[in-house]
């Protein structure tokens, strides 16, 4: 488990995955859902893509335009969602958004998604830090009304 006490690590981990973005470049298949992720707030326009495999989420893709923060919490939530049941991915998503608005936690779900635990005190960041992840609930929710 990351330390969560090194604000110099939890930056180094954010800073890796903007500069270094995994799962980043939209693919042309018809298999994935795509939705738009824009943010009124900020220059974060993302178009994010989730290929399903029955309940497991096979891939995850995102481009566009897009901050340090935003970029990097969707390139780590890309890494950590493929593979898992859209079920595992759904605590994944409570557990990272309960991080953020400052309840109760489990930070072993969430592995360098930690990075983002002090977002709370930057408010107008928290877009940021949720617009990927928002996309990819949007994506998982979808028929499940």
Known sequence: M???DNPMILREIIMDHYQNPRNR??????SYKKVNMN??????NLDIQVKLDGDKIEDVRYDGEACAICTSSTSIMSELVIGKTKEEAKEIFDNYMNMIYERDY????????????????????????TLGWMGLE???DEGEE
């Open 25 to 30: 470049g939209l693919v042309d298949d018809d």
């Open 106 to 129: 489990d930070a072993d779900l969430l592995e360098e998604a930690i990075a983002f635990k002090n977002t709370h005190r930057q408010a107008n960041r928290i877009k940021c830090a």
């Open 2 to 4: 990351l330390s969560l």
């Open 138 to 140: 949007k994506i998982l």
């Open 39 to 44: 943010s009124e707030t900020c220059i974060d």
